[in-house]
């Protein structure tokens, strides 16, 4: 019998903002998005309870990293701006995502989301939905296909492992 790939996916929204200081263009001044997040796994086999993953699980350990995005600004170190940007905004409780090596495009962020969850399912942890307490174990054998980040309604990026 042949075996089966199985893939879920889930999506997500989040509203951040971005200074793209390499951009020759008006890109460069501070900006922001409804960006919307797709994270794509799959899996060889299916958990004892007939899923990939349980979708409350993949929700739990991508927004546990999406969170920090939401109404941010992601700012490379070198701009011009971001001295005046991160003493305003900054510091505890602030909303600077500072870039030190490159600019915070939407490749770069799709590129973090994809490394973070992989880097989570690796590890094959039990996550905690922190609204009900409730714990999801993260499944062995799950590996990250893709994410997609959509920029605008007609603008994505997308990163897959090779």
Not at 21 to 46: M, N, Q
Not at 72 to 96: K, Q, S, T
Not at 126 to 151: F, K
């Amino acid at each position: 019998m042949a075996g089966f790939v199985y893939r879920v996916a889930k999506t997500f929204e989040v509203e951040s903002g971005h200074m793209l200081s390499k951009h020759p263009d008006r890109c460069r001044f501070p900006h922001g998005h409804t960006r919307r997040v797709e994270v794509v796994i799959e899996a060889r086999g299916l958990t004892q309870q007939d899923m990939v993953v349980d979708f409350k699980a993949l929700k739990v350990a991508v927004l546990e990293f999406l969170d920090r995005f939401d109404h941010a600004m992601c700012i490379h170190r070198n701009d011009p701006g971001f001295a005046a940007l991160n003493e305003a905004y900054g510091g505890p409780g602030g909303r600077i995502i500072i870039y030190e090596d490159e600019d915070p495009t939407t490749e770069v962020l799709a590129r973090q989301i994809f490394e973070h969850v992989q880097t989570r399912l690796e590890r094959g942890e039990t996550v905690i939905d922190p609204a009900t307490g409730a714990a999801y174990p993260l499944p062995a054998g799950l590996v990250v296909r893709r994410v997609r980040l959509w920029e605008t309604s007609s603008s994505w990026a997308e990163v897959e492992a090779d």
